[in-house]
Nanobody
Framework: VQLQASGGGLVQAGGSLRLSCSAS????????MGWFRQAPGKERAFVAG????????YYADSVKGRFTTSRDNAKNTVALQMNSLKPEDTAVYYC?????????????????WGQGTQVTVSS
């Protein structure tokens, strides 16, 4: 499956952005989907995940209550709604697909990756 993330940009602290991940090649309904981010000089970190049906979502503590992930298997897309953004949310955001696992939250559990989209939050 090929993934492409989009929707990043520059936003002021307290603002919102909505990232989208579109898939081609295979339907996303076959995969647990995840969002990760990587800030300069830091390791790639888990942000949010959603199981195949969309019935289970899980989040990093740092984004709970602010970010929401969802999926539309009919449209082959996954979204990450980010509200109340903080400067520390600044990073390149990646979507990823895992063939196995319901609550995969480490990069090694994911098999396919999109190219990333930059999110910059100014103070």
């Amino acid at each position: 499956v090929q993934l492409q993330a989009s929707g990043g940009g520059l936003v002021q602290a307290g603002g919102s952005l909505r990232l989208s991940c579109s898939a081609s090649g295979r339907t996303v309904s076959n995969y647990t989907m995840g969002w990760f981010r990587q800030a300069p000089g830091k390791e790639r970190a888990f942000v949010a995940g959603i199981n195949r049906s969309g019935g289970i979502t899980y989040y990093a503590d740092s984004v709970k209550g602010r970010f929401t992930t969802s999926r539309d298997n009919a449209k082959n897309t996954v979204a990450l709604q980010m509200n109340s953004l903080k400067p520390e949310d600044t990073a390149v955001y990646y979507c990823a697909a895992a063939r196995y696992g319901v609550r995969a939250s480490t990069p090694g559990r994911y098999d396919f990756w999109g190219q990333g989209t930059q999110v910059t939050v100014s103070s």
